[in-house]
């Protein structure tokens, strides 16, 4: 597991499944959201172990935006066929991004899991999306 566990982490504030590399096992994300990050583990026949696992955030190379305290990245979870039938794509939300106006941060699955290329952050200043971001929106907030 990346890093040890702190008071407050909130370590598996939310939690979901998706076949990200398509092989037929459910990949599992857990969100750390005190920590902005999401841990993924791979799945695989033999169950999880200590390989497989990969942990993303804002300042990880390729994804959007960058960390910030109070972010709450990671503080809801989702995965879906975005972009094709095989590869589940994970979608994670930043209800606390910029003063709690709330972001949701796309990353699409791949023959090789989760990858960030390609991946986009959506908040309500999103061409196309309705409205415009404000303080305390909470965009993407799941619960
Ligand atoms: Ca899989
Ligand atoms: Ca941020």
Redesign the pocket.
Known sequence: MPSDPATDDQFGVALASGDANGDGRSELAIGVARRQTVVVLTGATSGFGSTGISAWS?DAAGIP????SG?K?GSGLRFGHYRNATYADLVMA?QG?NSAAGAVTLIYGSATGLTAAGSTMITQDTGGVPDTAQAGDRFGYLR
Do not use: Y
């Open positions: 804002q935006d960058s960390t910030e972010d990245w930043a991004e």
